[in-house]
């Protein structure tokens, strides 16, 4: 067993709705290194909380969730990904929600993936300050500057982003010529992340993959990060995306905690949210 597991997922493996599991991977991180820290940080952050979430008025002791531990990395994301993408079919294909602590954004895709082919007609709705619209970046098509184009032209175009506010002149074209469905941080900003909700529900029907990149919080909540830009959506606008999709997502990640970077405050906020997600998805299958 890892040496230290995220708080109440005391279940085996086979009982499990809810896997967790780290990539500990930060190769290709373009600013700060350090996400491949942040899987243990969040397990140990996770302690700080009750059981109990009075959001959503559930009890995480009363959900089967599972640790797996942290998956086998090598030195390349291009070696990364095959061995990552042979957990995430597994896990999906026995059933289970994968829920995944990063390590850095590229390593959403084979997760993804394996939604997708489990899940006909997925949806990926992507919380981000950045595009990562690009094609390459640095020579390196796997980058976590490249996730969302990658996600978009492979799998599935049934994508929104919320929180963007920075990408290349490039990626702004590409997202205006091809109708992406993006609200940036502005629009969250003036017109309330309700509103932002709104305007997507009916598009994203059915199952749907949620990928929290966590710089699309404000680095004054999550200075913690391995590119931090200013202007950002808050913790609670995320919390209200995670409890509107819960009853929908089949597949989680949270992303790109350098955890270095504060005093530790930006894991606790990461821990928060996964405990989040699972206990208003836990209470949604309950009442289905
Ligand atoms: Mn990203
Ligand atoms: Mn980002």
């Known amino acids: 067993m890892h040496k ?5 997922a005391n279940s085996d493996y086979e009982k499990a709705h809810y896997v967790i599991c780290g990539v500990p991977f930060d190769g290709t991180s373009s600013y700060r290194l350090g996400s491949r820290l942040a899987p243990d940080e969040m397990r140990a952050a996770s302690y700080n909380f009750e059981t109990y979430s009075s959001f959503f008025d559930y009890d995480l002791a009363d959900v089967d969730i599972h640790d797996a531990g942290n998956l086998e990395v090598a030195d390349t994301i291009d070696d990364t990904l095959p061995g990552i993408s042979k957990y995430a079919d597994k896990f999906v294909n026995d059933g289970k929600i994968p829920v995944i602590l990063g390590g850095e954004h590229s390593l959403s895709y084979p997760f993804v993936k394996a939604c997708l082919k489990k899940n006909p007609g997925l ?3 992507v919380l981000d300050a950045h595009m990562d619209m690009r094609e390459e970046f640095r020579d390196e098509k796997n980058s976590h500057a490249c996730i969302s184009r990658h996600v978009i032209e492979d799998l599935t ?3 929104v982003s919320i929180g963007i506010r920075s990408g290349t002149r490039e990626e702004y074209d590409y997202v205006r010529e091809n109708k992406v469905k993006m609200f940036t941080s502005e629009d969250v900003h003036s017109i309330g992340i309700e509103k932002v909700i709104s305007e997507f529900r009916d598009y994203i029907k059915g199952p749907v993959y949620l990928s929290i990149d966590m710089d699309a919080i404000d680095p004054a909540y999550a200075p913690a990060l391995g590119t931090p830009e200013p202007y950002g959506i808050t913790p609670r606008d995320v919390r209200a995306v995670i409890s509107c999709l819960a009853p929908q997502i089949v597949g989680f990640d949270l992303v790109e905690i350098a955890p270095a970077y504060d005093s530790g405050g ?8 996964v405990r989040d997600f ?5 209470k949604a299958r309950q009442t289905l």
């Open 4 to 8: 230290i597991i995220f708080a109440d």
């Open 123 to 125: 949806g990926f709705v």
């Open 157 to 159: 175009n049934k994508y």
């Open 266 to 273: 930006t894991a606790v906020l990461g821990a928060k949210l």
């Open 278 to 282: 699972i206990a208003g998805s836990a």
